[in-house]
C-alpha cells in the first residue's frame, strides 16, 4: 500500500450503531487529520494530531471521537451520528503542521 | 486573521481554451499557498505549492500558479483545458503565527470543460 488508505470506502449506519472508520498513511509523516465535506459546504477541518496529540478540535460534536495511536493510524470513532452527519469524511497526512497534505480517497458516510 | 477567497464557485471553459481559477488570500505572515484539485468520489491532489524563492510555481498536468504579493493572489491557470481537467479546485494557505500554525482551505471551484 502506498500514501494515505482509507477504510472502508462505503459505510451505512443507523442512528443507534457504533462503527469506526480508519485511516493508515505510508509516508512516515508526522501530522494526520480528519475532514468532513458535505454537499455544497465548504471542506471542514475536524481533527488534527501532531506526532500523536491531538493539537486541534474544531467544535465537533462529541458523538465523533478520534484516536491516533501512532504516527501511522488515526481513527474516527462513530455512535449515535444523526442524518446530517451524511458525508464524506477525508483523513489526510503531511510531514509539518504548515506542508502540503497527502489525502486518502474517503469514506462515504450514510446515516438511517 | 487567515482567510481564502476562491471567486466563482463554477466555471465553464470549452476545451483548447485558457483555464483560470481565481485565488485571494489573507494572511498576517508570508503564507504558503497550495492548489489541490478533487476529481468525483476522490481524496483531493495536490496540484501545486508555493513556500519560498521563484514566484511562479508550475505543477502537475500542466497547470501553474504566480504567488502576487502585492495582489495577494495565487491565481490558477492553464493555457489549454482539456477534458480530463473537469473537477473540483480547492486552493489552500497555511502559515504559522506566534507557534500557531493555520491551514484554511477555500471553498472550492467546479471546472466543466465544454466539448
Known amino acids: 500500500e502506498t500514501g494515505v488508505t482509507q477504510t472502508p470506502r462505503h459505510l451505512v449506519m443507523g442512528m443507534t450503531n457504533k462503527k469506526s472508520l480508519k485511516c493508515e498513511q505510508h509516508?512516515?509523516?508526522?501530522?494526520m487529520y480528519w475532514y468532513k465535506q458535505s454537499a455544497k459546504k465548504p471542506l471542514e477541518l475536524m481533527f488534527v494530531y501532531s506526532l500523536e496529540e491531538r493539537v486541534e478540535n474544531n467544535s465537533v460534536p462529541s458523538r465523533f471521537s478520534p484516536e491516533c495511536p501512532n504516527s501511522s493510524h488515526l481513527f474516527l470513532h462513530l455512535h449515535t451520528l444523526q442524518p446530517e452527519d451524511s458525508a464524506l469524511y477525508l483523513c489526510?497526512?503531511?510531514?509539518?503542521?504548515?506542508?502540503?497534505?497527502?489525502f486518502g480517497p474517503g469514506t462515504r458516510l450514510t446515516v438511517l | 486573521a487567515q482567510s481564502v477567497t476562491q471567486l466563482g464557485s463554477h466555471v465553464s471553459v470549452s476545451e483548447g481554451a485558457l483555464v483560470l481559477l481565481r485565488c485571494n488570500y489573507s494572511?498576517?505572515?508570508?503564507?504558503?499557498l497550495f492548489w489541490y484539485v478533487q476529481y468525483p468520489n476522490q481524496g483531493l491532489q495536490l496540484l501545486l505549492k508555493?513556500?519560498?524563492?521563484?514566484?511562479l510555481v508550475k505543477g502537475i498536468n500542466g497547470f501553474e500558479a504566480e504567488f502576487k504579493k502585492s495582489e495577494t493572489s495565487f491565481h490558477l491557470t492553464k493555457p489549454s483545458a482539456h477534458m480530463s481537467d473537469a473537477a473540483e479546485y480547492f486552493c489552500a494557505v497555511s502559515d504559522r503565527d506566534s507557534g500557531t500554525y493555520k491551514y484554511i482551505f477555500g471553498t472550492g471551484t467546479r471546472l466543466k470543460v465544454l466539448a
Open positions: 494572511s498576517s505572515v508570508p503564507p504558503y
Open positions: 489526510a497526512s503531511s510531514q509539518a503542521l504548515v506542508a502540503e497534505q497527502f
Open positions: 509516508l512516515g509523516h508526522n501530522a
Open positions: 508555493y513556500t519560498t524563492g521563484a514566484t
